[in-house]
């Protein structure tokens, strides 16, 4: 049943504009999204479908105890979350992460969407600043945001947005992997104990000249030229390009992605220099992403070095990596604690344009934007989430937690979250994993105790509802 008859707008189609959509249509309230694929498409997106992964497949850790990522999945999955529903329905073998079949799950998010009563998708660019008439809207239009709003935004704001360039890592066709010199593992077994675990990345080994050959040839290689406005934009460092790591030290990838510790090649019995690393890209394990190799080289060298690799020799490729531009704005400055934007408090901000970075943390800010629009329209006190809750340090990071005049995109991690109290002086100060588990266990208690705060018309989304909606 419809609680109010003037509906919220969503302007992006992502994961944190279908976040908000269901968590606002599950209150009752009607919601529009507006997303302008495909009548306008951007640099990276390759579908119309709403929830489109455009680079990585994977969710990251689904450890709740020790990761803070795995932790902000428990939380959103209480939450009702449609986006943390469907990755559980499209899973794909990765170990102790949560990688989805990318197509399955953007087209179960977009049916679940198209079949809610309360929800309409309108496909138009939204180029300029929302109607006036539109008084609650919520801005989810990513990193990707069309120049058009961008600027609107830039001229509303009186600043530039900050920007970052995040590059994309290629895709291969499994036959074509060598299967006589790569093998199947995951580093330390880790995920064994889950059902398939354990086995689930292919592993490409090198040696040390074999590694150094691919590093000299990295660094060598031909990139994409930059334009001019472009040159001193700066990249995230948690998506930096190979060849951009490859360029700060011969060791540094045999250090990062390319480390390898925690495998044992079957076929040699020796200890590799490096590794590469693939993971299942699709739910018919057709498809394997390289995993930590978004790059910039140009299409032509990405064949030419990858095929460098032993295993990789006769590799076909899906989809060859690339770059793309990212925007965000100052969130710190911009945004109160609620993500309206201060110099027009009818416009809220979600996802990766507030300055998260990340799958999950852009549809965590989506998942909280859309409850403190519900509860803005529907006129009730909002609680915000515990500052001890992967949600509510995440919040409060991007709203006043960060020092504005240095703010950069962020993942969730237990850094953001407040120490624990040692109320016993003599008492041995927590470290490492016991630490980790007991901010995860605290944070659990504390988001309940929100939940339960929140009841009023923000209860959380019950399975049955769920699957009521699901495809």
Request: charged share 25%.
């Amino acid at each position: 049943m419809t609680i109010s008859k003037d509906p919220i707008h969503i302007i992006g189609g992502g994961l944190a504009g279908c976040e908000a959509a269901w968590q606002i249509a599950q209150s009752g309230i009607a919601v529009i999204i507006h997303e302008m694929r495909p009548q306008r498409m951007t640099e990276a997106h390759k579908t119309e479908g709403l929830a489109e992964l455009v680079c990585s497949n994977s969710f990251r850790s689904d450890d709740a105890n020790y990761n803070a990522v795995g932790l902000l999945h428990a939380e959103m999955r209480r939450c009702g979350s449609l986006i943390l529903n469907k990755a559980d329905s499209h899973r794909v073998p990765a170990g102790s992460a949560l990688a989805v079949d990318r197509e399955g799950f953007s087209l179960a998010v977009q049916n679940v969407l198209l079949d809610h009563p309360l929800v309409t998708i309108e496909r138009r660019e939204v180029s300029g600043l929302p109607p006036e008439n539109w008084d609650s809207t919520i801005v989810a239009t990513g990193p990707l945001t069309s120049p058009a709003f961008s600027e609107s935004i830039r001229k509303l704001t009186g600043e530039d947005s900050l920007s970052f360039f995040d590059a994309i890592a290629p895709i291969v066709h499994r036959e074509s992997i060598n299967m006589d010199i790569a093998w199947f593992q995951s580093r330390y077994d880790k995920g064994a104990e889950v059902e398939g675990g354990g086995a689930d990345y292919i592993n490409c080994p090198l040696d040390k000249v074999q590694y150094t050959n691919f590093i000299n040839e990295l660094v060598a290689a031909d990139k994409t030229d930059f334009k001019e406005w472009e040159e001193n934009t700066p990249y995230f460092e948690g998506c930096l390009p190979i060849e951009v790591m490859a360029e700060r030290g011969p060791e540094t990838l045999a250090h990062g992605p390319m480390k390898p510790v925690g495998l044992t090649n079957p076929h040699s019995k020796q200890k590799p220099h490096a590794v590469i690393q693939l993971r299942q890209d699709n739910a018919l394990a057709t498809l394997f992403n390289m995993v930590g190799f978004q790059t910039k080289l140009k299409h032509k060298e990405q064949t030419r070095i990858f095929r460098m690799v032993p295993g990789l020799e006769e590799v076909s490729f899906a989809r060859l990596g690339g770059i793309h531009r990212n925007t965000f704005i100052n969130a710190p400055k911009f945004l109160d604690n609620s993500l309206r934007l201060k110099a027009m408090p009818r416009l809220r901000f979600a996802g990766q344009i507030t300055g998260c970075e990340g799958y999950v943390e852009s549809a965590a800010v989506g998942l909280l934007a859309g409850r403190f629009a519900v509860e803005e329209k529907l006129d009730i006190p909002g609680f915000k989430p515990p500052l001890t809750t992967a949600l509510g340090s995440l919040l409060h990071h991007i709203t006043s937690g960060a020092d504005a005049t240095t703010f950069q995109p962020m993942n969730i991690n237990f850094g953001l979250f407040p120490e624990i109290a040692n109320k016993n002086q003599t008492r041995r100060r927590l470290k490492g994993r016991d630490k980790k588990k007991a901010l995860a266990e605290r944070a659990l208690i504390d988001l309940e105790n929100w939940i339960e705060k929140n009841a009023l018309s923000l209860t959380c989304t019950t399975n049955n509802a769920l699957v009521k909606h699901s495809t």
